[in-house]
Each structure stands twice: as C-alpha cells, then as structure tokens.
C-alpha cells in the first residue's frame, strides 16, 4: 500500500532521480513539449513548475532576488544554457499566467513493456490550443481577509460617482437658472426702453396739435384783410 508515501522515487536511487529530473527538464525547456511515461511526467510536472514561477520577471525585481533564483535554478537543472533560456524566453512567454505552466496528455500504451505513455508540454507554446483563445488579462488572487476591504472600496467609489453625478447636475440646473434670469433681465430692460421712447414721442404730438391751431388763426385774420382789402 501506498499509505504516506508522496513522493514517486520511480525504481531509483536519489541521485539518478535527480540527474534524470534535470535532464528531462532541460529537454522540456529547449524543445517544450517531450514524450516519456506518465509517472515521470508527473515527477516533471512537479520538478519544473516551482522553477518557472522563480523564472518570472515579478519575482526578480532586484539584482539580490535575480541572483538567488538563478542560483536555485541552476543547483536543480545543472545547465546554464537551460537557465538562460527559462529566465529568457521562457520567462517572458509565462509572464501572465499564474500557474499550470505545464500540460499532461496521454498517449495510450507504449510497445514492448505496455507502460502508459504521455506527452508534457509548456502551455503557453502550443500554437493549436491557444489558437482561437482570447488573451487573458492578468489577475490577482486575493485572500478572503481583503474581500472586506475590496467591498468597502467599492462602495466608496460607487458613493463618489454618485455624488459628482449629483453635483454636476446641480451646476447644470444652476446655469439654466441663471440664464433664464439673464434672459428675463434683457427682457425688462427692452420694455423698459420702449416705453421711455413712446413717452418721449407723445410731447411731440402734443406741442405739433397745439402749434396747428395758431397757423390756422393767423390765416384767418390774413384772409380777412384781404377782404377788406378787396372791398375797400
């Protein structure tokens, strides 16, 4: 039975396990896809993917963390060729994925012994899958402690939103009022200079009536002369 047992030491002693760890995994870096038996993916699997995420811009930021993971990487892969293309191309391929750099797929049964075969692959280089697949945008994961506090952002943020809403609209009721004032202003100033004009026009009138009158006098006494004149 199997009970406690975590490990898969796949018929070796430790030493040849890890050479033959490392050198798969060397294979898998410069070809990134190989062929082997199921268990031996599985010890892969396990072998490589801590190492990719060490390979990962995000976590060399300074030369100190840099210097320690490739030192790591090279102590488990023992091929500096190996290490600059995981911390080069590889690195930069698997930059936005959180994890499951790796892909197992079964092969059926090999010749010979009839072992299950499979095939391990990095995800990010097969071109067939990824084909008609969106890129995804990079997430982070968060702890349930934090929810708390990204809920109570969010209600901050709606509650900002609301109010601006609130006060632009305020401003845009402010302006129409005050253009409506404005435009009444104008509109008693207008009737207030039409009625000055029609009260400067109406002594006018009135002063041509009167001066009308005295004219028609004077051609009244001029005619009678004449008459008298004519009479005479």
Not at 47 to 56: A, N, R
Not at 62 to 87: P, Q, S, W
Not at 140 to 155: E, I, M, N, Q, Y
Request: proline share 2%.
């Amino acid at each position: 039975m199997r009970h406690g047992k975590k490990v898969n030491h796949l018929g070796r002693k430790s030493a040849h396990r890890k050479a033959m760890l490392a050198n798969m995994a060397c294979s898998l870096i410069e070809h990134k896809r190989i062929n082997t038996t199921v268990a031996k993916a599985k010890a892969l699997k396990q072998f490589i993917e801590p190492l990719i995420t060490k390979s990962k811009a995000e976590n060399n930021q300074t030369t100190e963390k840099g210097t320690h993971n490739r030192r790591i990487a090279f102590k488990n892969l023992r091929d500096k060729y190996a290490v600059t293309e995981l911390f080069g191309n590889v690195a930069d391929k698997v930059g936005t994925r959180p994890g499951g750099y790796t892909r197992i797929i079964k092969l059926g049964n090999r010749l010979g012994d009839n072992a299950d075969m499979a095939m391990i692959e990095l995800v990010d280089y097969n071109e067939v899958y990824n084909a008609g697949k969106p890129a995804k945008k990079k997430t982070t994961r968060r702890s349930r402690r934090g929810k708390k506090t990204d809920d109570a952002v969010a209600v901050s943020e709606a509650t900002e939103n609301v109010v601006e809403e609130a006060v632009e609209e305020v401003a845009e009721e402010t302006k129409e009022t005050k253009a409506v004032e404005e435009v009444t202003e104008e509109i008693k100033e207008t009737e207030e200079v039409t009625q000055e004009t029609e009260e400067v026009k109406e002594p006018q009138a009135s002063e041509e009536e009167v001066s009308e009158p005295e004219a028609t006098e004077q051609e009244e006494s001029e005619s009678e002369e004449k008459k008298n004149d004519s009479e005479a």
